[in-house]
């Protein structure tokens, strides 16, 4: 019999400004000398410490005895390997020096931490010390060391910590975010050091009082609105009461976790399975709490809603369509992609167990194995398209973006843009993010937001809506076809053919409908390194010293001037790098169209490309035909919105 079944359920912006519901009010600290009635002393397993209540050190020693020993709570231990500078970094921590990364250098805080100061300008790493990233190097050095005084040196910044902070929901320290990464990192924490000898009675009264403090706090004055800081509190209080079984309320915070994810989830994903703040790192870190507390609940014997679990599973379909060959996803809205190694598998391994999916591993590890049986994937409801030639690591990857107003400031005014990467390296690269608002690097943060960083069309630079509508999605053995455009403008909309031929080549067709004056311009920002104009002003090509470079083409006859720019990229938070971007500005306003090709090669020179609108198309036209060649192999490539049909023909 599943323990805490379910019965039935109801229907990374840092700052959010926390108003309790009406009539409600703040609560007060749970005593620690009271922590035993917050227990359910008639569990069996709790026999000694009941005889012992009479007597609370007592009672509380055996409590920690019993913690140490306790085998029935099966919970999730991925740690990385401590090295050197990891072990250092715990040194670091225990004489109050504090490395949270950001860009900064370490911060030494004193003998007496202010755990609310802000040493650097920045609210981000105020967040990370209420939100317990210190933990990690010291619970690392224990378990690599078992030296007994990183163990003592979580403890006494725990005990430190909660004694500054009584419970307090309008706090900053109580806000949603904080209170659910915290309680998560108390429970991590707390599985990995209960038999360390270093839980005594004292400090678990302490620690248990706290813990009653945070889930009273989520379960009175949950989240509701739909947001990953929804999820990230609910599954908090879910941790916080599978770890602490023994707790009165436990069964019931389960309860409500389980309803507030259910409810919460279905409004902030798509019924395709994508996270509606439109960014693939936000979409991962929803996708991973959720999985991850699915299988702790299983691993543990408490049954969570089979619509939760059906549209988690639907969240991972999504994650694998949008893995590039190098296991990265695009950088859309306020996502991030390190250099490097590739992302940790954890979670798509996770998910792989859970749900009976091997290609989930196999993608994840960037191993041989099983892979989806499709190559190509439309998600139009949530305006998300992946194309790709294959599955390995040489494969074209091309990513785009055109979607409907986000449910949080994540997304960027950027529909249409795309990413693209081909033969081992990325060649079309979205902005990045850089920074939050309220950072010192907050005001360069509309830079790399901005309509013109990104790979689309603007109309006198300015940025644009997000108002898009899905046109057209074809998949065929030849290749793909996909149409979509936006209201980007006042009497402006963009619409955006893509045409895939043999997947190998890329051709775009812009389109500017309507009347709306001014100068009409369509980006694409290369990845960092050296760039060519070509002759005639009408082609750029890359001149990467290694991998594949991209050719980008338009015909002599384009009605466009091509320039290059400066411009930048971040792939990490506060850091950023120069780039170009090349620019073609048309010479007509609305209605006007642009023909452009894109082709990734390995030769050092470009293979020859020739390409032409055919048939008198005019902007607007349901039927579109593109006659393309490249290195002497023809192809003729179809659309036709009435219709809703497209072809991809090879000519003899």
Known sequence: MAKGRYWSFGGLLLLSLWQPAAGQ?????????????????????????????????????????????????????????????????????????FDLGFGYAPQRYGEDIDWMADPVGDIEWVAAM??????????????????????????????????????DPAHFAWLDIQVGLRAAAWAAAFNRLRGSGVIEGPFLATLLAGVVDHGRKISLYPR??????????????????????????????IEQAWELLADNVARQVTPEGVQREWSPSYHKLVASLLVEALALARDNGYEAPQSLRQLTEKMFDFWLAMTAPDGHAPMFGDSMRRAGARPDPGPLLVAAKLFGRPELAAVAEGRSGPRPAWLSRAFPLSGMYFLRSG??????????????????????????????????????IDSGAYAYPNTPFAAERDWFRRTAAHATLTLNGADSANAPRHLLWWSGAHGDVLVFENESYPRLVHR??????????????????????????VHFPFAPGKVKLGPGGHSARTEFSAGTNLLLFAPPDADAELKLAKGQVSFELNRKEPRWVATFRLHRQAP??????????????????????????????????????????RWRLRRDLAAQSASLDREP
């Open 25 to 97: 009010t703040g609560l007060e600290p749970f005593p620690p000398e009271r922590v035993l009635e917050a227990l359910d002393l008639a569990r069996p397993e709790l026999a000694s410490v009941r005889a012992a209540a009479a007597d609370f050190p007592l009672a509380m020693a055996r409590l920690a005895a019993y913690y140490a020993q306790r085998t029935a709570v099966r919970y999730d231990a991925r740690s990385k390997p401590a090295d050197a500078a990891r072990i250092a970094r715990a040194d670091g921590v225990l004489a109050h020096v």
């Open 130 to 167: 209420q939100r317990f990233y210190w933990q990690a190097p010291l619970l690392e050095a224990w378990e690599a060391t078992r030296d007994r005084k990183y163990a003592q040196g979580w403890v006494r910044l725990t005990s430190d910590w909660i004694r500054k902070h009584p419970v």
């Open 224 to 253: 509701r609105t739909a947001h990953n800081k929804a999820v990230i509190e609910a599954v908090g209080l879910l941790r916080l009461a599978i770890m602490f079984p023994e707790l009165r309320d436990s069964r019931r915070w």
């Open 391 to 428: 599955w390995d690591p040489e494969a074209i990857f091309l990513a785009l973006h055109s979607s409907p107003p986000a449910i949080s400031g994540h997304d960027q005014p950027d529909n249409g843009t795309f990413e693209l990467y081909a033969g081992a390296g990325w060649l079309i």
């Open 496 to 521: 955006r053919t893509v045409f895939f031929p043999g997947r190998r080549s890329i051709v775009l067709v812009e389109e500017a409908l309507g009347d709306a004056p001014g100068a009409l311009e």
């Open 592 to 633: 006007a169209v642009l023909l452009t090709v894109l082709l990734p090669y390995s030769t050092g020179t470009p293979p020859e490309v020739a390409a032409r609108l055919s048939g008198g198309f005019t902007p607007g036209d349901a039927r579109l035909t593109v006659d393309l060649s490249v290195a002497g192999e």
